[in-house]
């Protein structure tokens, strides 16, 4: 599969952004889908999950919890990462990453995953 990220930019601390990942081929709700970030300097850090199917469950970071929302649309191949209340803090490049071998977890961790999209930069000025 595919990815490609879309949806960061520049926005001011209390904002929002909504990021999208969409997907190539037929077989994207098969798909364990999850965002990650990546400041400079730091490494790349889990920030929210969705199940694969109907996306029932769903994980997050403790630093976005309350804050951001993941959804799927299977329709559109698509992932979503609602960002609210935005903070400067959530600065980073965003990666949405995908995956559907036997696993039973939450894949919080990168090495869960085998796909990666290209990233998109997302700016919170204080």
């Known amino acids: 599969v595919q990815l490609q990220a879309s949806g960061g930019g520049l926005v001011q601390a209390g904002g929002s952004l909504r990021l999208s990942c969409a997907a190539s081929?037929?077989?994207?709700?098969?798909?364990?889908m999850g965002w990650f970030r990546q400041a400079p300097g730091k490494e790349r850090e889990f920030v929210a999950a969705?199940?694969?199917?109907?996306?029932?469950?769903?994980y997050f970071a403790d630093s976005v919890k309350g804050r951001f929302t993941i959804s799927r649309d299977n329709a559109k191949n698509t992932v979503y990462l609602q960002m609210n209340s935005l903070k400067p803090e959530d600065t980073a490049v965003y990666y949405c990453?995908?995956?559907?071998?036997?696993?039973?977890?939450?894949?919080?961790?990168?090495?869960?995953?085998?796909?990666w999209g290209q990233g998109t930069q997302v700016t919170v000025s204080s």
């Open positions: 969705i199940s694969s199917w109907a996306g029932v469950s769903t």
């Open positions: 990453a995908a995956d559907r071998r036997p696993y039973n977890g939450a894949r919080l961790t990168p090495g869960e995953y085998n796909y």
């Open positions: 081929g037929r077989t994207f709700s098969s798909y364990f």
